[in-house]
């Protein structure tokens, strides 16, 4: 597989929605984008499947979007040849790539990325050209320990989550240096990832279902971002000891046995 032409596809939607005068955009969402992802959601309805990237900051029916930003950074070509490239460096799988405008409706950030299992979502604005290199490094990283892992999300532990996140963020870091290395790592001292490990994360590293992970890698009752920094920090304890050699498929149980956290 590879990047898909969402390009065309957009550009196909704006004139459509320019006729329309932005009457009927949903309904345009679906049809124009969504149905191109029907056997990637395995046949879920087209509103369950626009929901879905609505939630994860897909820009929304009613917005003007400007698809002229990302193809003058071109988007497109930087994430073939990146994804070309990454494919053969860590012998990953081959999986459809889409690239769509990130909503304007938030401020927090300028992209998201979702790595699913059988497919890979940029969703993006203005970027410079290495941070969207990191970005797909990031999910396509996810994909190809998802791929190595080879269980169900449902079936994924607390611990494949952290180790999972802090394998991606520690290959970006290996790439592309600490410039592009999510902001939020820095929010903790190591001590204070100990202190959260032992009380609320070690006796829930076998919890099961990546729904079930939420709370830990966000936070909410816990700390935000806590289980994004103490699994980066696992990780990095584990190649200061070690090495970072054959790390994408060197199991979660023995990452954390040669880092510095206890069981």
Known sequence: MTVQPTDIWLHNFVIQQQANGLANGEVLQRTLLCRHLLEIFYNGSLEEIQFELLQQGLFHSDETINIQNLQ????????????????????????????????????????????????????????????????????????????????????MTLLDSLILEGLAESAVKELYGDQWLAPWLNNYTFD??????????????????LENHVEFLYGGRLPPWGGYCIGYAIVQSYIKNHSSQNLLITPSQSILVGSEFPL
């Open 192 to 209: 204070h990832m100990l202190a959260l490990w032992k009380k609320d994360f070690l006796a829930n590293i076998h919890l099961e279902g």
């Open 72 to 155: 003058e950074q071109n988007s497109w070509e930087v994430v073939q040849k990146e994804y070309i490239k990454l494919k053969e460096t860590w012998n990953g799988p081959s999986i459809p790539i889409y690239i769509f405008p990130l909503t304007t409706k938030q401020t927090m950030t300028n992209k998201n990325g979702i790595a699913y299992p059988n497919a890979l979502f940029l969703l993006i604005d203005k970027l410079e050209r290495q941070e969207l290199q990191a970005l797909f490094a990031h999910e396509y990283h996810h994909i190809c320990r998802m791929h190595y892992l080879n269980k169900s999300l449902q079936d």
